[in-house]
């Protein structure tokens, strides 16, 4: 969702230059915490032995973030006030607090059920193998988030503008608190 924080930099400096390099320190950002919450895994297989410990503490917080974004009433303000100078470091956080590289650990460790699918087995022995896969699967997931949305924030800053942002802004934050309780409440139930 950092897309439109490119077309802003775009907007406040007039030029299309601005768009690329909004891009590039998100897409910078977002590698930084995939890397930061992968490594850690590629290196620590031994948390293999607690899984269902992993998986029940991983379910109970996925949870306890979804109520809390329930139970608030507003997205904080200063998440979208970020100069580009600071988006490098925006991206790094909210990829953290959304759980970007989250989704990949249950497959790095191979906790995808009791019986996972020759799909789940072998990445999960590709992951354990060898760091340069971690990496190789952050730097697919980051380019991938970096050509969407890149794509997105380009197509509104060249054709739709402000205008088209301020009619048709998408509040998906109820949408995204309900699926993180169901997927803790999944976990939970699964471990």
Known sequence: MGWPLAVSAALMERRQ?????????????????????????????????????????????VIALGLWILVTKRHPRFLSR???????????????????????VPVYLGLCGTEPDAGHRAAGMLMRDTLSIALAVALA????????????AWAVYRWLGLAFLRMAWLDLERLWAASLV????IALATA
């Open 141 to 152: 997931h980051t380019a991938a988030m970096v050509l969407a949305g890149g794509a997105l």
């Open 182 to 185: 169901l997927v803790g409440a």
């Open 17 to 61: 230059g601005a768009l690329w390099r909004a891009l590039a320190a998100l897409g910078a950002g977002h590698l930084l915490a995939m890397l930061a919450i992968l490594t850690p895994f590629a290196v620590m297989t031994v948390l293999l032995e607690w899984q269902r410990a992993i998986r029940l503490a991983a379910g109970l917080a």
């Open 82 to 104: 970020v100069k580009p100078s600071r988006l490098a470091l925006w991206s790094f956080l909210v990829a953290l607090a959304h759980g970007a590289a989250l989704m990949l």
